[in-house]
């Protein structure tokens, strides 16, 4: 898990971002006061190792497979 301090998702701003090994997915949480204040599961269809904020401010996923991968995300134009 991580906490997002990038530039590319502006809106993502000090969200905690968590893989999910069971479900396959990114989970986003606003936080505020300590309370969890929005949640969004984004469906990534591999089981999520690790996260991590690249300097650009893109997002980094490594999966757990047999032939995992490192993933890179981005957003859309």
Partial sequence: MSFY???SFANWQQNLLVGS???GQLVRL???NDKVKHE???RIGSRVR???TAPDG???LLTDED???ILKLT???
């Fill in 30 to 32: 606003e936080i505020e």
């Fill in 5 to 7: 301090h990038g530039q």
């Fill in 75 to 77: 957003p859309l134009p």
């Fill in 67 to 69: 032939d995992g991968a």
């Fill in 40 to 42: 969004e599961r984004i």
């Fill in 50 to 52: 690790d996260v991590k």
């Fill in 58 to 60: 893109s997002v980094y």
């Fill in 21 to 23: 090994l069971k479900f």
